[in-house]
């Protein structure tokens, strides 16, 4: 079992930046990979980034490429998304996700199996 607990979220103006960080619980975090996923009013959720357990390979959506960082510390249990040059179009509730898949899915939803409440973040133009 593992719950997650986002925090970090918050109003910034576009262009500026905000450090997303997700707090796990649970003794057996550093075996799944992580993922962040947002969702923005009337809109489906969608994935934005994922890293392994080890921290090695990561992955991104195309609309945040160049301008996120997903990145963990498996000693402190956190994994964190450093968003830089925010948009108005990333406005949403931004939501971390743990789960055991591979590479290939991490993208997809039904890949995670835990999920936090999510933060909210808002970027104002």
């Known amino acids: 079992q593992v719950q997650l607990v986002e925090s970090g979220g918050g109003l910034v103006q576009a262009g500026g930046s905000l450090r997303l960080s997700c707090a796990a619980s649970?003794?057996?975090?550093?075996?799944?990979?992580m993922g962040w996923f947002r969702q923005a009013p009337g809109k489906e959720r969608e994935f934005v980034a994922a890293?392994?357990?080890?921290?090695?390979?990561?992955l991104y959506a195309d609309s945040v490429k160049g301008r996120f960082t997903i990145s963990r510390d498996n000693a402190k249990v956190t994994v964190y998304l450093q968003m830089n040059s925010l948009k108005p179009v990333d406005t949403a509730v931004y939501y971390c996700?743990?789960?055991?898949?591979?590479?290939?899915?991490?993208?997809?939803?039904?890949?995670?199996?835990?999920w936090g409440q999510g933060t909210q973040v808002t970027v104002s133009s």
């Open positions: 649970g003794r057996t975090f550093s075996s799944y990979a």
């Open positions: 996700a743990a789960g055991r898949g591979y590479g290939s899915t991490w993208s997809t939803r039904g890949m995670y199996d835990y």
């Open positions: 890293i392994s357990w080890n921290g090695v390979s990561t």
